[in-house]
């Protein structure tokens, strides 16, 4: 019933949204909440067909994505309402992904949300918009044709697709996988399959690099580290050799050109890319029993973090044209609602104590210290202290410098409704981890 719901609100928006956004938004809230009660009352996919399963660490990661695309949605305003359509196909195919237990139809649902990801940043207003876009379509489709030739040099050594019973000793199936991983790699923006991102999330419409960057990427995470599971555990020295490399060269790499950025939006994307890095620890440690709470926490608080502060910035330019570190000196005076926002989610991006962006790391960190990967931990921690300098000068251009200009920036009601949502996300996992450990540490 959650799938049906929001393919069905998903052909049903684009009826009202050209003439009545509110009623449009008001469906696609409503479809978001119904399908949240579907997956706790186990009316998903995984109750009618038998390719699906779901668990408590499944569920929370849907519960989790419900809300943050609800939230989005009432961000949406003007030349952005075709989104609300988009998003209603991703969240259900983010739904069907998250439950899938065959490899098989991961491959389907992992293109087909990249083909809805190719609509949703061609949503283009200038020759800007349309150069990210174009990126992100050849970015993808390079990486669908890598996934599809591995998934097929796989598909000959096993005799099943379903997780628990594929075969993963035949001949070639390491080189598979690896092709596999360098598609993968792709989507998550690892270094260095990284640089599409670093201009498409910030070139596209910030509303589509919200979603791209956090919403997409963050299911991403999960269901990827789900599908290769098994691969990791019968592979482990090619697992931490292959991740715990990838990890340090794109966070690295990534938090030193964040700091050279002038553009937020550059900055911003940088910032997701390195993030991408400290999410690959726990694939390197997945060995450890704290592995699956690793990705399952950074995923939740990413989700939350990353789309607020692309949605914030999405606000501020389309009210000032705020595009450069110039144009938020004041910003605190200026946009007060806007700056406090976006200031919790900078500091849980920065791994701040008390919020969900801190705790996501250490769950994340611990399994690498768990599966005895000390060397990589030290510089993840390392290069958290170095990103801490590129989002303490966002904040101190915010409060700290004379304002370029006197005229304040209002927030609209749907906007500050949003952000309240995504804040209480990061604030509640930030404080509670209760929840994702009684999901996942029986797994």
Not at 108 to 114: D, H, P, R
Not at 127 to 140: D, L, Q, R, S, T
Request: no cysteine; proline share 2%; charged share 10%.
């Amino acid at each position: 019933m959650s799938f049906i719901t929001l393919i069905a609100a998903g052909l049903l928006v684009p009826v009202f949204y050209k003439n009545n956004i509110f009623i449009a938004k008001l469906i696609a809230v409503v479809a978001f909440i119904l399908s949240a009660y579907f997956v706790y009352t186990n009316q998903s996919l995984s109750s009618v067909f038998p390719l699906f399963v779901s668990d408590e660490a499944t569920k929370l990661m849907e519960y989790v994505l419900l809300a943050t695309l609800a939230a989005v949605s009432l961000s949406l305003t003007g030349f952005e309402r075709p989104l609300i359509a988009q998003m209603l196909f991703i969240a259900g195919l983010s739904l069907a992904i998250l439950e899938t237990d065959n490899f098989f139809v991961f491959i389907v649902l992992f293109e087909s949300i990249a083909i809805v990801s190719y609509i949703l940043v061609a949503n283009i207003r200038n020759f800007y918009n349309a150069e990210g876009a174009v990126k992100a379509f050849i970015a993808g489709a390079v990486a669908s044709g890598i996934i599809l030739l591995g998934f097929a040099l796989f598909s000959f050594v096993t005799d099943s697709f379903t997780y628990n019973e594929m075969s993963v000793n035949g001949k070639f199936t390491l080189i598979a996988v690896a092709i596999m991983l360098a598609g993968v790699f792709y989507k998550l923006t690892i270094v260095p399959m990284h640089a599409w991102a670093a201009d498409t999330y910030s070139q596209v419409n910030h509303a589509a690099a919200a979603i791209l960057s956090g919403v997409i990427k963050s299911v991403m995470l999960l269901a990827i580290f789900k599908a290769f599971y098994k691969f990791m555990i019968a592979y482990p020295i090619a697992t931490v050799l292959i991740f715990s490399f990838f990890a340090i060269i794109t966070m690295t790499l990534a938090n030193f050109m964040a700091l050279w950025q002038k553009r937020i939006s550059k900055i911003l994307a940088y910032s997701s890319i390195a993030h991408s890095g400290y999410a690959l620890i726990p694939f390197a440690a997945a060995a450890s029993v704290y592995s699956y709470a690793g990705v399952l926490y950074y995923a939740i608080a990413y989700i939350f973090m990353q789309t607020s502060v692309f949605l914030i910035l999405n606000d501020l330019r389309r009210e000032a044209g705020v595009k450069f570190l110039e144009d938020i000196k004041g910003l605190g005076k200026r946009a007060p609602i806007h700056s406090f926002f976006f200031t919790v989610q900078i500091f849980s991006l920065a791994g701040i104590p008390l919020l969900a962006g801190f705790l996501s790391k250490a769950v994340a960190f611990y399994s690498g210290v768990d599966a005895g990967l000390w060397p990589i931990v030290l510089i993840a921690a390392l290069n958290s202290a170095l990103a801490v300098g590129y989002y303490a000068w966002i904040v101190k251009h915010i409060y700290f410098d004379k304002a370029n200009s006197n005229s304040t920036i209002e927030i609209s009601t749907g906007s500050f409704i949003g952000q309240l949502i995504l804040l209480t996300g990061t604030i509640y996992f930030g404080v509670f981890a209760a929840s994702v450990f009684n999901a996942t540490i029986s797994m």
